[in-house]
Structure formats: structure tokens, C-alpha cells
């Protein structure tokens, strides 16, 4: 675990390298994902992308490498135990270590509740909630065998507020849970080494919001309640998950830092 000296004045830009480092990013073929693989080997790691459409998983790694980095791919279902137990496992075989574990893979399944089947809620539990759950136990062990390991989770803004844009209870339980469970692997690991923190973003335009954002008056709607009078996109990620990744935040632990243009000030 990085600790300074009462003195020390840091050389700050070493302080956001990840060299020599190796970086899982779970839900890493698309989005925020991807973001989060090629920022993350941008600053020397290893970038681990997996994702349950592996070929995908395999495309952005071949983007990371192309473009100088380091990179390497799994197929990796975060709903499926067996499926994390197996790659974790590999990666450990092929890496020997595991610093960094980005948590993005999400779904969102959108109905009115009163129309919401069990089978739907339980398809959005399996990967927003129990799929951190099974990365991070994964991901945790190892690095608590080392000593040292930060997770960075990406849970919604959705997890701290409920909004507008209703019909959408399975995403709001499951985010809240992510910000809570950051609380408790935090508390639960942190004298052990282990950091754990996670991203709260407004929306962003990704493969999951397209359809919100070609949606008639959705930008608009949603541009009245954003105080910075703009959605994201995953770059606007980018300096988040690099601060919660490194070194840079050494002391922080258990906070869901909103990247959300506002939204949760109003
Ligand atoms: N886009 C937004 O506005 C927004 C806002 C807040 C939070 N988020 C969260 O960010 C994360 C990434 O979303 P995105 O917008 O990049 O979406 P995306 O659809 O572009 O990417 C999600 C990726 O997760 C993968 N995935 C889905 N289920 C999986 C599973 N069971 N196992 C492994 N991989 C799986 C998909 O194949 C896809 O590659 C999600 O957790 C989402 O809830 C997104």
C-alpha cells in the first residue's frame, strides 16, 4: 500500500502510473469498459479486458496493443460463478498478480414495475449486484494475499438518487447495492491493503443508452435536471477511474465519486 512520508512532496505524475501493474476490467468489449482498458494501459498496465461477448473482449484488446499497450482477453460471464472462478483463475496463471479490478459490466432492463417479471429483475440482480459480488471475491482474494489492490466499481448515479426516467427499479436496487457494497469491502479490506471505491455517472451514451438518447425530448429532459447542461460520454470517465485506479488516491476508500454533471447536487 502506497504511504508518503509527513514530508514527502510527491512527484505527482508518478503517481497516477500503473507500470508493471495488472489490470482487470470486467464488461471491458464496449463503453465504459473499454474506456477504462485503454486508459488504464495508457499508464502502463496491463489491461485484462473481459466480457461475456469475448470477442469483443478480444477486439478492444487487439485496439489496446495496436495503439503500443499491453493487453490480453477472456471470456468472462460475470453472472455465471463458475465462469469468474475459472478466468480469475486463469489470469492468475497467465499475470501472477492482480492490482486493479475495474467492475463495469451492467445491464439494465427497463419496465414499469407493475409489469416487471421476476425473470427480468433477477437477470439485472445476477450481473449489476451478484456479478460485483463474485468479481470483487475474485479479484479481492488475491489481492489480499499480496497486500495491496484497489476495485473501482461502476455503479450509476442511480445508486444514490431515483429519477425521472421511472420503470427502471431492478437498475436503482442494483446500483444502490454497488454503493454499499463499496462501503463494506471497504471497511472489510482496508487493513488488509485493499482499496475499494466506485464511479456514480450521469448518462453517458453508450451501446446501453442508445436508445435513450434517439429517443424523442430524452436529451432535453434530461439536459433541465444537469447543471453542467450536458450528458457524458465514457471518456468523461476517464480522470475518475485513473485517480480511483492509483496510487493518486492512496487515503480513499469506500466513496462512490459522482460523475454526473451535477445531478445529485440539485
Ligand atoms: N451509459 C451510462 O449512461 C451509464 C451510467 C451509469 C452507469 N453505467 C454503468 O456502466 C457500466 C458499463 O455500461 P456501458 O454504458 O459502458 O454499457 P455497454 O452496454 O456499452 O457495455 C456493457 C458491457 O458489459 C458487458 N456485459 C453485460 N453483461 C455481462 C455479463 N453478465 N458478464 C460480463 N460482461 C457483461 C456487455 O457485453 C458490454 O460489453 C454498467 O455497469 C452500467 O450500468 C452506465
Known sequence: MTEYSASAIPQVADMFRLDGKVAVITGGGSGIGRLAAHVLSQVGASSIVTDRDGDRAAEVAAEIR???????????DVADESSVVSTFAEI?????????????AGISIRAQTEDLTLEDWEKVVAVNQTGI????????????AQGEGS???ISS?????????????S??????????????????WGNRG????????TFLRTAMTEHLFTQQGFVEQAM???????????????????????PASALVTGHSLVVDGGWTAR
Open 66 to 76: 495496436n495503439a503500443g499497450g499491453h493487453a490480453s482477453s477472456y471470456h468472462m
Open 92 to 104: 492468475e496463471a497467465a499475470q501472477s498478480r492482480i492490482d486493479v479490478l475495474i467492475g463495469c
Open 133 to 144: 459480488f463474485l468479481a470483487s471475491r475474485e479479484a479481492g482474494k488475491r489481492m489480499l
Open 151 to 153: 476495485i473501482v466499481n
Open 157 to 169: 448515479k442511480w445508486g444514490h438518487v431515483a429519477g425521472p426516467f421511472n420503470g427502471n427499479l
Open 171 to 188: 437498475y436503482h436496487a442494483t446500483k444502490a447495492a454497488v454503493v454499499n457494497m463499496t462501503r463494506a469491502l471497504a471497511v472489510e
Open 194 to 201: 485493499v482499496r475499494v471505491n466506485d464511479i456514480a455517472p
Open 224 to 246: 433541465d435536471l444537469l447543471p453542467l447542461r450536458r450528458t457524458g460520454v465514457p471518456a468523461d470517465l476517464a480522470g475518475a477511474l485513473l485517480y480511483l485506479a492509483s
